[in-house]
């Protein structure tokens, strides 16, 4: 038999994500309903260094899910790359009884929290990062949101890019992987997608669709660039322009995905994930990755969760091609 679990602590780390509330107050939720209290530690590993830390409770978590952005803060910390940053986290731990710990961000927090697992420590990790760059999840929290806001904020561009005649250039963020960039583009049309993953030539995806646009009556054209597209989108519009006369915009949407309202997607996933991830640490599960597969939630090992890059959805890739042409 399993010894009871205490108390656990929560910390959000690395970049933040719509949903990540929804976490919190599942995992607060469903362990204080069993008796294991819960620890909130402010400004992910740094305040778990340094000792910045809140006790949570049922009522304390009232009204955050609405709520963008994450009630503990969020940083991203030097230290914790280091055996002694690594060891000082432990000491926490040990220090204030949290015998087990749910790391909510992206796959720099869960090396993290595999690092604290190594010293001995329980840890679980929730995927929250609009980059849906973990492998072995179909979906993180917070790539929903980020899609809806991206898709709102081009559609009103196109308004008046469209009035206007004007190529769109619009950087989507999502840093080296292009799903992101995949799902905004398909959703609002676009007449190219230019992603990390994809080599292609320039002339052929870009310069010819926009030059037989035209010459069929259109007068828009809608350029998605992702963040870690190697050209840039300053690079591409100054292209276009250069090679087809017409007048090319950038928008770069930047922080502006990060933010706002979960979606509904965003807050069900949150919680559900949240309490998977409360129940694994309260059975003394060590080491494991909350998922969502084929629309189950589940875990899967941490380091075999973490071991491969996430491939591009080819299928969509393939639907965005054909549409496009
Ligand atoms: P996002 O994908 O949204 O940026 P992330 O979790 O991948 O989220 P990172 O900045 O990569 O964001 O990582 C967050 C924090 O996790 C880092 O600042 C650092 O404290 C810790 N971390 C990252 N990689 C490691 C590692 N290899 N060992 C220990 N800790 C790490």
Same mark, same amino acid.
């Given at each position: 038999m399993?010894?009871?679990?205490?108390?656990? &602590? /929560?910390?959000?780390?690395? &970049?933040?994500?719509? &949903?990540?509330?929804?976490?919190?107050?599942?995992i607060v939720r469903k362990a204080t309903a069993q008796g294991v209290s819960v620890l909130g530690i402010r400004r992910g590993y740094s305040g778990l260094i340094g000792g910045d830390i809140i006790e949570l409770t049922s009522r304390g978590v009232d009204g955050v899910l609405p709520r963008?952005?994450?009630?503990?803060?969020? %940083?991203? @910390?030097?230290?914790?790359?280091s055996d002694t940053g690594q060891e000082k986290a432990v000491q926490t731990c040990r220090h204030m009884g949290i015998e087990g710990l749910a790391v909510i961000g992206g796959d720099g927090s869960f090396r993290g929290a595999l690092?604290?697992?190594?010293?001995?420590?329980?840890?679980v990790g929730v995927p929250a990062t609009i980059d849906n760059d973990i492998v072995c999840t179909d979906y993180?929290?917070?790539?929903?949101?980020? @899609?809806?806001?991206?898709?709102?904020?081009i559609d009103k561009l196109r308004d008046t890019m469209q009035s206007h005649e004007r190529c769109s250039v619009v950087e989507v963020m999502g840093r080296d992987a292009g799903h992101l960039a995949l799902h905004v583009g398909v959703a609002v049309g676009a007449t190219c997608i230019l992603l990390p993953e994809k080599e292609v030539d320039f002339h052929k995806v870009v310069i010819e669709p926009i030059r037989m646009g035209r010459l069929s009556g259109r007068h828009h054209h809608m350029l998605i660039?992702?963040?870690?597209h190697g050209k840039g989108a300053q690079?591409?519009?100054?292209? /276009?322009?250069?090679?087809?006369?017409?007048?090319?915009? /950038?928008?770069i949407l930047g922080h502006i995905q990060r933010g706002g309202t979960p979606s509904a997607m965003d807050r069900v996933l949150g919680t559900?994930?949240?309490?998977? %991830?409360?129940?694994?640490?309260?059975?003394?599960?060590?080491s494991r990755l909350v998922i969502k597969q084929d629309g189950c939630v589940m875990s899967c090992d941490m380091e075999e969760g973490l071991a491969q890059r996430k491939c591009?959805?080819?299928?969509?890739?393939?639907?965005? /091609?054909?549409v496009a042409t």
């Open positions: 399993t010894q009871k679990i205490n108390r656990i &602590g /929560v910390l959000t780390s690395g &970049g933040d994500a719509p &949903g990540m509330n929804a976490v919190v107050r599942a963008g952005g994450t009630m503990l803060y969020t %940083a991203r @910390c030097e230290e914790m790359l690092a604290l697992a190594r010293r001995g420590l329980a840890t993180t929290i917070g790539f929903d949101t980020a @899609c809806n806001t991206a898709v709102d904020a660039v992702a963040e870690g690079a591409v519009a100054e292209r /276009v322009e250069a090679e087809t006369g017409i007048e090319a915009r /950038v928008t559900q994930m949240g309490c998977h %991830a409360a129940g694994l640490l309260i059975a003394g599960e060590r591009l959805d080819q299928d969509l890739f393939a639907a965005a /091609v054909a």
